[in-house]
Every structure is written in C-alpha cells, then in structure tokens.
C-alpha cells in the first residue's frame, strides 16, 4: 500500500537554528498538507499546500515556517529559528482530494534544546 | 469556524467488551467526518469516514461509526476489543466547502485491559 514518508524519524535542534523536515508524499496526490502534534495535546493544522503554492495556513505557520516542493517528489516543511515550543511531532500528509481523507506519515518528532 | 470535542480524554475497558468512543462536532455547514487512530509511536491511520449516504459506516479493525446529523455526533463503536486496540483515537471533521483542512478533537486514549 502507498505510504507517505518522512525523514528523520527524530531530530533534535539547537534553539535558534533552521531545521528541514521532509516528506515523500503519494505520488499521484495533489494536495500536501503539514500537521503538528505537542506532547499531549491535539493535531493541529499548519499548511495545505495545492498546485504549487500554500492554499491555506494556520496562525501558528507565521514568518518562521515556510513550505516548498522543490521536486517532483518530496514536500519540505522548514524552520527558520527554531524555539523551545516548536517541539513537537510533525506529520506530513498527502491526498488525492480531501474526499478520501487524508494519508498521514509516521512523523518528525523534532526536540529544540 | 468548525470545531470537534471528544468528551472522553481516556477511556478503560476490558479485552472482548464492547466500547463507544464520543464525538461531537460543530459547524453552521456540510461536513465530512473521519477517525483516526493512532498507535504507540506511529502516525495516524485513518479507521473511517463519511461523507455522504448511509449514516453507518463501517471501517478496517471492526470499527463503525454513525453519523448522527441532529446531534452533530459521530461516535465510533466496537462490540468487542483486544488488546491490540490500545491506541490514541481522534476525530476529525473537513467542512464541505472551501478549507482543505482537517480539525481534529483532543483524542481519545483507549485502554484495553486483559
């Protein structure tokens, strides 16, 4: 069965540094989507993402994050200045239309120190 | 603005019982509801979803679900658990128009005891 994958698994940051997270969506998906998750707390939305440009985002997506597809395959999610509370696990997602629900990755989980 | 409340932070049964997960959603349109489960150390796996027609619907590991639209509910029901169903359990809702986003609920920690 097709997966979404990312990479790493884990990552760990120094406070203040730019951090990539990527992600290999479904191949034949258009629409690419980043979630996160604090430790136990809900699944929050951050971005979508359709032909090529952000088609809508979060308030917690601000200056610091930004989205690219610099490929055909893969879907980055960078930080720019990473802080203590962007600690968090990180999910891609992918979808065909959002009829069909959502195909999450197993996620980043990214720890600033 | 859409919003999904799941009344049960934790819920503990024991192994073969049958359990309810609750799910409520609010929003003034259409919308489409799915559950997600999500296994220790690993990301979300979609259960089920409804979008439209029957209001039962049934998905992978025996789960079902029902769409209540007077109650704006969507519970999600199992006769009979095992353990392996020890997992975090999450609703979430996509509103029939505009936004390609899901809102997900707070989740839900099963616990299945022998």
């Known amino acids: 069965e097709p997966e979404v994958t990312q990479t790493p698994s884990h990552q760990v940051t120094q406070m203040g540094q730019e951090v990539i997270l990527r992600c290999v969506p479904i191949?034949?998906?258009?629409?690419f989507y980043w979630y996160r998750q604090i430790l136990g707390q809900k699944v929050e939305f951050l971005v979508s993402f359709y032909n090529n440009e952000i088609s809508e985002k979060s308030e917690i997506f601000d200056d610091q994050f930004s989205v690219e597809r610099p490929d055909g395959s893969n879907f980055t999610l960078k930080i720019r200045s990473t802080k203590l509370e962007d600690s968090a696990m990180y999910f891609c997602?992918?979808?065909?239309?959002?009829?069909?629900?959502?195909?999450f990755g197993s996620g980043t989980r990214l720890t600033v120190v | 603005a859409q919003s999904v409340t799941q009344l049960d932070s934790q819920v503990p049964v024991f192994e073969e019982a049958p359990v309810e997960l609750r799910c409520n959603y609010s929003?003034?349109?259409?919308?489409?509801l799915f559950w997600y489960v999500q296994y220790p150390n690993q990301g979300l796996q979609l259960l089920l979803k409804?979008?439209?027609?029957?209001?039962l619907v049934k998905g992978i590991n025996g789960f079902e679900a029902e769409f209540n639209k007077s109650q704006t509910s969507f519970h999600l029901r199992k006769p009979s658990v095992h353990i392996s169903d020890t997992a975090e359990y999450f609703c979430?809702?996509?509103?029939?128009?505009?936004?390609?986003?899901?809102?997900f609920g707070q989740g839900t920690r099963l616990t299945i005891n022998p």
């Open positions: 979430a809702v996509n509103i029939n128009q505009g936004a390609q986003k899901l809102v």
């Open positions: 929003s003034s349109v259409s919308v489409y």
């Open positions: 997602a992918s979808s065909e239309s959002r009829l069909y629900g959502y195909t």
């Open positions: 409804y979008l439209s027609g029957s209001t």
């Open positions: 191949s034949n998906h258009l629409y």
